[in-house]
């Protein structure tokens, strides 16, 4: 490759790079609908599909088993003082049945901003102590406990 060639070929490979950075989800505040900083967010675990996530808006570790599993283990610790072992409901919220407070919820685009940015009050952001990869599999247990109307669980939905 001459080097015209190779610059024409690197500026089209610049080129699909940030079309494809503007095919990311923008992910906003639940209360206030202004951008999430995203550069806040603590990495670790698997970064793969966290990216995925945010170009899709869908959870790839809904129906895992294992990955419902390690959010279990995470849920505990970090949320059922507020949320309940079962997540019924405590201080917070059930997180297990279809009432939300904030739809959006109902979806996993929805429910990652909801814990990523926080909500009212004694919901305060959890990207302080969760890498978002925690977070999706947190995620991935609260969708695995569900006990509403499956025809209301939008995260299913295409
Ligand atoms: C210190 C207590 C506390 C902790 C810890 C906490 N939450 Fe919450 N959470 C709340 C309260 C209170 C609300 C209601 C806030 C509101 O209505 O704005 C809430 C709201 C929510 C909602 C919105 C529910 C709806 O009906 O729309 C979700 C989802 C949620 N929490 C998930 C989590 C997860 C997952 C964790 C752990 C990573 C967590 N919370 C940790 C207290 C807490």
Redesign the pocket.
């Known amino acids: 490759m001459n080097r015209k060639k190779l610059f024409v070929a690197s500026a089209v490979s610049l080129a699909l790079i940030s079309s494809a950075a503007l095919a990311e989800i923008t992910f906003r505040n ?2 206030t609908g202004a951008p999430l900083d995203m550069s806040v967010a603590k990495s670790g675990g698997n970064e793969a599909v966290f990216n995925q996530f945010k170009e899709t808006g869908k959870n790839p570790y809904n129906g895992d088993k294992e990955a419902v599993q390690k959010g279990h283990d ?2 505990m610790p ?6 309940g072992h079962e ?1 019924e409901g405590k ?5 297990a049945d279809d ?7 109902a979806t996993d685009q929805g ?1 990652f901003e ?2 990523f940015g ?7 952001p ?1 990207y302080v ?2 890498s978002t990869d ?2 999706l599999l ?2 991935s247990w ?1 969708r695995d406990i569900y006990k509403g109307d499956p025809k209301k669980a939008k995260w299913l939905k295409k």
Not at 99 to 105: E, F, I, L
């Open positions: 639940t209360i995470l849920f970090a949320c059922s003082g507020c949320h997540a201080l917070g919220p059930g997180l009432y939300w407070t904030y739809p959006s919820a429910l909801v814990l926080g909500a009212n009050g004694m919901m305060g959890q102590n969760l925690e977070m947190i995620m609260i």
